[in-house]
């Protein structure tokens, strides 16, 4: 009678032991709703990493130990053309001003010419790029770095820059911009560029100019990366 009774108590634990489990599998699922759609592009879909110092541009900059500065492209804008496949960097010794020509990234023959969020000598470049520079789009912040550069006004021209939370707030404003740029393509002979462009419900697409042809990211660079300077 005594085993009997405790073979009992034995399957009874089992049995709450394993509802338990089930229970917190369940807990743990993400609600559907707050997963965010891949294919959408909107402030969510940004990485914003901490200690990461922004440039208006859309060029970042990071401070290492060695003192030099590692500079790079944003996210915001890599959300915005697609996996590139070429880049047109600087030389080595050079010297650069903050908002000068510092790089160009090119997709498919399309580029973008983008400008230096800090002043001073190009001390090195990232030569992976020369052969996989889809790592500036799979690590922007890491492997995708472009330049370490020795800054030669950082005190002052850092307080130009935004950093976490003040860069979210400004991203906003970005996005409001972007939707004003692709309002006057769409009002423009452009027809096919809404369908491209949006998601259903008026979502932005992810990489949404990779479709088009030059012309219109010549009107992307003079309209809103080289107003952004």
Request: hydrophobic letters at 45%.
């Amino acid at each position: 009678m005594a085993i009997f009774i405790l073979l009992a108590f034995v399957v009874l634990c089992v049995g709450i032991d394993a509802l338990v489990q089930l229970s917190r599998r369940r807990s743990a699922k993400v609600p559907v709703s707050s997963v965010v759609n891949p294919r959408i592009f909107n402030e969510a879909s940004v990485n914003v990493p901490k200690g990461i110092f922004f440039d208006r541009t859309h060029t970042w900059a990071f401070m290492e130990k060695n003192g030099l500065l590692k500079v790079g492209v944003d996210d915001f804008l890599l959300h915005i053309t697609s996996p590139l496949n070429r880049v047109k960097m600087k030389n080595p010794g050079e010297k650069i001003r903050k908002g000068e020509a510092l790089v160009s990234v090119i997709q498919n023959g399309k580029l973008l010419t983008l400008y230096a969020p800090v002043s001073g000598i190009i001390k090195s470049v990232n030569n992976e790029l020369e052969n996989d520079s889809s790592l500036i789009n799979s690590s922007p912040y890491g492997d995708g770095w472009i330049y370490a550069i020795e800054p030669s006004n950082w005190l002052k021209e850092m307080q130009l820059l935004f950093m976490d939370d003040k860069y979210k707030d400004w991203l906003k404003a970005e996005f409001s911009r972007l939707k004003d740029f692709l309002a006057i393509e769409w009002k423009s002979d452009n027809a096919a560029f809404v369908p491209i462009t949006l998601q259903d419900g008026g979502e932005l697409k992810d990489h949404l100019l990779s479709d088009f042809g030059p012309e219109i990211w010549e009107e992307f660079q003079t309209k809103f990366i080289d107003t952004s300077r």
